[in-house]
């Protein structure tokens, strides 16, 4: 009897073990908005930046693409910078970062919604983007 109680014991631990949850896949288009402050321009948003990123490629919880920003107010600030980006072992939180630029510490918010926190020691920049994926 113990040995079936021990059998049963080991299955359910083997069970509950190796379900490992799948790492979401962020790759294609999102989109967004932006709120900020930088020591310049002061305060900025809601809405006067909007960004498209786009993660090309994934490979486990390592992932990169590049981030389209242009500000509303002023068409002619646009560009586009890349990024290397990883997720946490939580399989929610992930790092950024831009090629030259700043860095992200971000969250994913649902499997279509995410947080960029954005951070630039050379201006002294700051921003929440919140983005939702673009659908095909």
């Known amino acids: 009897m113990s040995g079936i109680l021990l059998f049963i014991a080991l299955t359910l631990f083997c069970s509950i073990t190796s379900a490992t949850p799948a790492v979401p896949d962020l ?6 908005t932006s709120v ?14 909007t960004f498209l990123v786009t993660i090309v490629e994934q490979r486990g919880r390592v992932f990169n693409g590049t981030i389209g920003y242009s500000n509303m107010s002023n068409l002619s600030q646009k560009g586009s910078v890349g990024f290397s980006g990883v997720m946490g072992n939580d399989l929610e939180s992930f790092y950024l970062t831009e ?12 499997t279509d919604m995410m947080e960029f926190i954005y951070l630039e020691s050379a201006d002294g920049s700051a921003a929440i983007d919140t983005l939702t994926r673009v659908k095909p």
Do not use: A, L, M, Q
Request: proline share 3%; net charge negative.
């Open 36 to 49: 900020g402050y930088d020591r310049e321009g002061g305060y900025d948003g809601p809405s006067n930046w």
């Open 99 to 110: 090629y030259g630029s700043g860095y992200v510490i971000g969250k994913i918010i649902d």
């Open 27 to 32: 790759t294609g288009n999102w989109t967004g």
